[in-house]
């Protein structure tokens, strides 16, 4: 929500960089939630009841959120008018909120990975040649989707919090909730439920032990006949990529081994080739996966937007923008440029290029997306010294929420450029990993993407900690001061671009050592 850390510092007693760990904190759990989700979707419950249990926890995450507005007991007392003297919350009270947050994290945990592939399930044909062409558009369309109901939340809901107050701004997404979740339910009996296959994870687990247990086993004289495969298995011989893993599933003694029925005797010692190539594709992608945790860490300095915001002119035309609100343009970005991208842009590079996704590969969208947040934060850094400055001159250091003489409209260049950053990465990481996991790793390949946000998250919680820490030492005014006039907020931010920077030279090495991707490869062949 994005006006949860003014509830947080308002009604709670927090200070920004407390209030901002702990919806970093929150964010981490409900996208770290996601690797379970996976696992129960794909190895035990399917997608549609992981999904089911996610929405009725979300419910009762929001339900309970909204109590706490409800209930005068459950947050802390207003300052004494007279002493200014406030309470700080009570560690009942703060259980109550992070109860409600914990809640909402089990829900997103279960939704998030399985949402996107449960609605690929339903779309997903091998038969069709167009099959890859309709997968992409509905990636597509399903992020548009979700940016339109995130502007509805940067928008409506964060104008009835700030004009109807927590009460009615809290009970209004706990109704949204309960509908999403009837709406999902009725139409059970349309969806196509994919059944959850054996456990991936141990499998996983299982090539590991496998392939230790064999390390003694040669790897140059294995013919077709010594690997281990299913009866249905397109792959009868492994990779050469981490050859090490091979190992996993080579047959040194077929009577011993293989029962008659053709399964192993001893999963632990002998695993199929494509046990052993689902292991291989999640570990190839981790340098690139792990490229897409500093661009989350762009995303999610939010709150310090919000309150650079609070501090400036909001009016645009007659209408004052909430400060809450600033984001909205962020995802108006990234909606309107997956729209034109999908239906007018690709099909023109369809017709130029004479391919049937005439659009850049995964891979470089994915690079797109890393480059541009470096110069989101450099303006952003530019833009912050600009305004402490104006800040400074008219006499409001000391007046963390006088507003300053300068327009918000200077905060909206870089947060449109991340827009248009997410809108290339986010989709591209998805869409990669789609391509390059088997049919099987579905959920996990949502999974990964929101296990990065995850690390983003815990990354950023840290990363904020320190330099609140670092800088604050002697008694220093900590750059992530809550007075953003005496702070150094846009020291902050070159501290980030520097980052970003290191972070894309990364990517570069990522891409060079993975080399061609499948598509890639079967593109080559047909020049």
């Not at 897409?292 to 310090?304: D, E, K, R």
């Not at 290029?353 to 994915?366: A, M, N, W, Y």
Request: charged content about 15%.
């Amino acid at each position: 929500m994005p006006n949860m850390i003014f509830y947080l510092m308002k009604n709670y007693r927090m200070e920004a960089a407390s209030g901002s760990t702990i919806l970093f904190l929150w964010s981490a759990m409900s996208n770290g939630l996601s690797i379970f989700g996976a696992f129960l979707s794909d190895s035990f419950m399917g997608r549609y009841l992981v999904i089911s249990l996610g929405s009725f926890c979300s419910l009762l995450g929001m339900i309970l959120l909204w109590l706490t507005a409800m209930i005068p007991q459950l947050t802390p007392p207003p300052c004494d008018r007279f002493t200014n003297v406030c309470s700080s919350a009570t560690a009942g009270q703060l259980a109550t909120l992070f109860s409600s947050f914990g809640l909402i994290s089990i829900g997103a945990g279960c939704i998030r990975p399985c949402s996107i592939a449960f609605g690929a399930d339903q779309l997903d044909n091998k038969e069709n040649p167009n099959n890859e062409s309709v997968l992409q558009s509905f990636f597509n369309w399903y992020y548009a989707a979700t940016g339109l109901s995130t502007i509805i939340a940067f928008t409506a809901i964060v104008y009835v919090q700030d004009n109807l107050g927590w009460k009615v701004g809290f009970a209004i997404p706990a109704i949204l909730m309960f509908f999403s979740a009837l709406m999902f339910l009725v139409g059970s009996s349309q969806y196509v439920k994919v059944r959850a296959s054996s456990s991936l994870f141990t499998g996983f687990v299982q090539v590991l032990v496998a392939a230790f247990r064999n390390r003694k086993l040669s790897l140059s004289h294995s013919s077709i006949e010594q690997y281990y495969h299913s009866d249905d298995s397109e792959l009868q011989i492994p990779t050469v990529n981490l050859r090490c893993l091979n190992r996993a599933c080579i047959i040194t003694d077929p009577d011993r081994d293989v029962n008659p029925d053709g399964s192993a005797s001893n999963p632990w010692r002998l695993c199929t080739v494509d046990q052993v190539e689902s292991l291989k594709a999640l570990l190839r992608v981790i340098p690139i996966w792990s490229t897409g945790i500093m661009m989350q860490i762009n995303l999610n300095q939010n709150s310090f937007a919000t309150l650079q915001a609070n501090t400036m002119d909001r009016r645009i035309f007659n209408f004052e923008l909430p400060a809450g609100s600033l984001n909205v343009f962020l995802v108006l970005t990234l909606t309107i440029w997956l729209t034109f991208y999908d239906r007018i842009l690709l099909p023109l590079l369809a017709k130029f290029t004479g391919k049937q996704r005439g659009g850049p590969s995964p891979k470089v969208r994915i690079g797109i997306g890393l480059l541009i947040p470096i110069a989101a934060r450099a303006m952003s850094a530019v833009v912050e010294t600009i305004r402490r400055r104006t800040a400074i001159e008219e006499g409001l250091e000391d007046q963390p929420d006088g507003v300053v003489n300068m327009s918000v409209v200077w905060l909206l260049p870089p947060i449109i450029l991340l827009g248009l950053a997410e809108a290339f990465n986010s989709i591209g990481q998805i869409e990669f990993y789609y391509s390059q996991f088997p049919k099987s790793m579905s959920s996990i390949a949502v999974a990964i993407f929101t296990f990065g946000t995850a690390m983003a998250d815990m990354i950023g919680s840290g990363l904020v900690d320190v330099v609140d820490r670092v800088t604050s030492r002697g008694g220093q005014e900590s750059w992530l001061s809550s007075n953003l006039n005496k702070g150094r907020l846009d020291d902050y931010y070159w501290l980030i671009t520097v980052l970003s920077i290191i972070n894309f030279v990364y990517f570069l090495v990522c891409c060079r050592s993975y080399g061609p991707t499948k598509d890639e490869k079967k593109e080559r062949l047909l020049e």
